[in-house]
DNA sequence: CATGAATGAGAGTTCATTCAT
DNA sequence: CATGAATGAACTCTCATTCAT
């Protein structure tokens, strides 16, 4: 192992033509969602990525075609993250919906909560008109499984016999707005407020009529 | 010699100068919104807005002395007509708390989703970094009365004992994200379905504990 | 006289349609003049003017048919001042070749010294390209007294016998000089002090060899 | 190793990042200069200045980030020649007052007789309300030498005991109009006249009483 | 591959001038 | 004549993108 790394090390360095450098990738993605945040759409500077990614503008162009195709990287990469989150493997509790939701709902209110940067930024993305349409298709696709597990339950009648958007919208709105509320106004939450949070997605969803 | 102070009086009232329209800033506010909702913040022009409201851009400047102050102004503006809808007299039915919530949230509901644009407007324009701070402390003052219905609710025993800004970030957030839903996806809501909605958002408030 | 007076102010209010205000050009120029030395050529605009000269925009184009026709007329009219100063038939002395240069120095160099933003503007403006050729000429001829007077001075053996254009520009150049460090320093000048100073332009102009 | 990183850090070395260009400057002095002169400061348009340098409008804006600042080091940058031109020890005639007098005096004329443009350009400038005032206070400082010259021959007797600001304005003021004289009539000035115009300022600033 | 100076189309804004009132 | 809102050409400045090094 030592010896293909060194390898590889010195290839790298000296002998071959040097291949697309993955951490610049991570120094851009970084930088642009930062100066995102900090900016909005329309403040940010392709000038400003290079610099708070400590390379040239020029090499931003070698990695991305354009400020939109940039942008539009930045938000795949975060949505698909966002998505592994909330269907991570591990929220799964087999024989038990109750605990599977929960699970599901507390991993992505805790991913939101921690990186709430990441969850504005993906939100404003979808209607800042910059989106590329074929990556709506895939998030679709990519969240059939949640739309199964909430048409799950309510074969088992525990959910409302709703349109299942509806229920999600109902679901991911209400942590999207207390999330940002949070942010904005510094509130600090209890692990028993977190859990009420949930009750109050939980109540909203399950069937009483 | 009064005879002839009235006749010059009234000459000059006949020939009034120019006086600054009222219905231009209308045009100007629906010209902004239009090309807002089209293109983001990123793309407003003001060319474009000009264009769109028959002025010329040099106009645009007797009425806002900037991009910022015509958004700002924009924004202000909506957001006003938000809370007056929400906070509409003809919702409060004294004595029933339901129907006064019940209200309330279809007034609300159903200026969203016959103006998804002013609302998907007014939620990223709050994160834009563009808004006047004076703005934002303006808003929290007229929704008091929201506030004190809520407390009311929690002090009856009926909304759950949480956090009043996360009982307003619950219900808001889900009516929005069901909105943006609907917008997106072309869903057509049936008055059953809308009323289904409403009852998600009383039962995530309703206290079950 | 009264009843002139009150008969012409009848006319003028009521009857008879408005001559042009004496009293505005007035006002126009001042204005002009105050906004003119304090910003320059590049700054002087229309509607500044307008606002210290207590009028509306479209009223100057009433007076004058644009920009330069309005700072042409200000250069024209202080061009005049200064000239009329210079030659004043008080000045002359008859007889005595020295107290008239004495008086009609003293004259110019305290015009100068009262109004500094005058003899800054006329010198400026002389370079700044918005000048009429048509006015250039009419000082030459204007003018031509002061040259007969250098002249005589040159023939009776008093003066310098060079170019009288030399002569007048080492005069003019010297007075301006000074005046402009004076206003810019803020000194002040004793009698015996400008004396001194006529005591240079002399020496400088006085036949020596 | 060591073989290698010397390979790299020649092959850096050879492929070097292109760099501010001098020449540049000097292109965009020259260009402004030239216009300044033709248009006076309101005409002066960075566009034409760019095409006139033979440089991209937004070219300008990496050396200067506004036209003020650049009409500014134009000016910064002709006054200081003007300087050193007057202040050139190469006029020093250690011994002989008069002699160093003379010298100084003929540079200074004929740097003025040769770029009347630029002494017009920095006379004006200093009127223009555009001027940093940190660079007047230089300007102060770096003329030091020329009033300790004229005190050193106010104290051997030679000069006038005035003010000496009133002293240097005598004198350049009335090199400067004659300048400007030749300059407007196209007057031809043959060395005995430029040395009569000498003697005109050194009998002006000569002590006769 | 990396650099960053250079580019120039295009954006926001100004302001001399006009004209309906 | 007086007004000042309206106009739009023209200006300054920005910034995504390119390209010589």
Redesign the pocket.
Known sequence: MKYLYFCVETNYTVVM?????EK?VTDIHKAAMKLLIQTGFA??????VAKEAN?????????Y????ALVNDVYEHTRKEMVSVLLDSKNAVSGDFYKTFASMWLSYFNYCLRYPEKMIFVEQFVYSGLIDSTIIDETEKELKPLNQFIEFGQEKGIFKPLNVELLKAQMQGAVHDIIKVIHKKNIELSDTEILQCLGMSWDAMKRTF
């Open positions: 033509p040097k291949v697309k450098d610049k403040g940010l500077k392709m000038a400003d390379i040239a503008t020029g090499t931003l162009y070698i990695y075609k354009s400020k939109e």
